[in-house]
DNA sequence: TAAGATTGATTCGTCAATCTTT
DNA sequence: AAAGATTGACGAATCAATCTTA
């Protein structure tokens, strides 16, 4: 508060960078009609169907919250309940057609945005700014959030 | 799906980031008893009150939904409303001296949580990381989100 | 017109308790 | 008993639309 300004650190940049990513999802998901937690909730569906305490590690959610997503997800048609054939107690949740086309579009959408927040920088400047990142999410145990494939 | 997978790329790991920061959001705020939106919210105004208004613009949210936050934290004994001398409409909402703790408290813990978020990682490393994303988020108007001063 | 506040509806999220299957 | 899932109750977040007042 005496001292001079100076830029802003790496805590900060960080936590606005998150800023601008959920505004992404915000923003992509509401044009989809969807909320952010569905757009999540669908993109971790997209490589494969998931079973709901699977859902519960990869979203860091209670349980409850998983299954009440996947009831609204469920009554808009995104989504499809399936028995598990190994255990009866279980059930796999996987995307519906519409489910899919949902959730890819969201996906493209919003990678779109995110991949033009760093517009201004060099290839090499985003390849740099990506491994250091890597480094970050790999010593953290990131759950699959926003799987590639 | 026919390719061979490669590392992920800057946008995955962008949205894994800001994962682990809202993790890191939501885990703190839960110590101190409110929500993650409540402590953003309190986060706005640790460097001076602000109208509604402002309020709706930074954090970019609906009016009604910074009204409600605005009436919680009041009740909750976070925040105080004062007539703003200029305007006798308008309302500037600033911390109490318990909304102060508060804020400065999860502020603390939030900041230490993001910093060990990149604890492999060097000075230079960390350095280039916080330059390049600063350039990002500078590109990107975010608002005053995380105010350090 | 602009700043706030209010209302009503939906969703998000948690916890505690319950049910079924293993 | 333990695991998977659901239900019910509740607080909080969010929006659109409306209302009040300056």
């Not at 490589?47 to 209670?62: D, Y």
């Not at 033009?116 to 970050?136: F, H, P």
Request: one cysteine or more.
């Amino acid at each position: 508060v005496g001292k001079s300004e100076g830029p802003p650190g790496l805590t900060t940049v960080l936590v606005r960078a998150a800023f601008l990513v959920n505004a992404a999802y915000t923003d992509v998901s509401r044009q989809y009609g969807i909320s952010p937690a569905q757009a999540q909730f669908l993109a971790v569906l997209r490589p494969r169907a998931r079973g709901t305490s699977e859902l519960v590690a990869v979203l860091g959610l209670a349980k409850s919250t998983v299954t009440g997503m996947v009831n609204l997800a469920e009554r808009n048609g995104l989504v499809r309940r399936e028995a598990d054939p190994a255990d009866s107690r279980a059930v796999r949740v996987g995307l519906t057609a519409a489910g899919r086309t949902v959730a890819d579009g969201c996906f493209t959408d919003t990678s779109r945005r995110i991949e033009q927040l760093s517009a201004s920088l060099t290839a090499d400047e985003r390849a740099t700014l990506a491994a250091l990142l890597r480094r970050v999410t790999d010593d953290n145990q990131v759950s699959a959030i926003f799987p590639e494939a």
